[in-house]
């Protein structure tokens, strides 16, 4: 059975940083592109960031570009968000989801977690 756990979220002041972590278990991790998404209170769910098998490749949605990075430790099954210059507007509980092949930024992954809570205080 597929699991992936998300943690380090919390709350934070505008302009500080997070550093939001998913381990995954049950699947074979190299075969899996993987994906952040969020979803604030009253807003359907966005694509944040993805990140390819290989590791190199990445993609982010405009609103957070330059100030979030996406990364993938293959040894520990684990895919992390650095969350720097955060705003009030990120506030939001943040989704980690796997795919498997190709990277997406949209729709269509095989697995999610259950979340992590961000808020972010102005």
């Known amino acids: 059975q597929v699991h992936l756990v998300e943690s380090g979220g919390g709350l934070v002041q505008a302009g500080g940083s997070l550093r939001l972590s998913c381990a995954a278990s049950?699947?074979?991790?190299?075969?899996?592109?993987m994906g952040w998404f969020r979803q604030a209170p009253g807003k359907e769910r966005e694509f944040v960031a993805a990140?390819?098998?290989?590791?190199?490749?990445?993609s982010y949605a405009a609103s957070v570009k330059g100030r979030v990075t996406i990364s993938r430790d293959s040894a520990k099954n684990t895919v992390y968000l650095q969350m720097n210059s955060l705003k009030p507007a990120d506030t939001a509980v943040y989704y980690c989801?796997?795919?498997?092949?190709?990277?997406?930024?949209?729709?269509?992954?095989?697995?999610w977690g259950q979340g992590t809570q961000v808020t972010v205080s102005s």
């Open positions: 989801a796997a795919v498997r092949g190709a990277m997406r930024i949209g729709g269509g992954y095989d697995y």
């Open positions: 049950g699947l074979t991790f190299s075969n899996y592109a």
């Open positions: 990140i390819a098998r290989n590791s190199i490749t990445t």
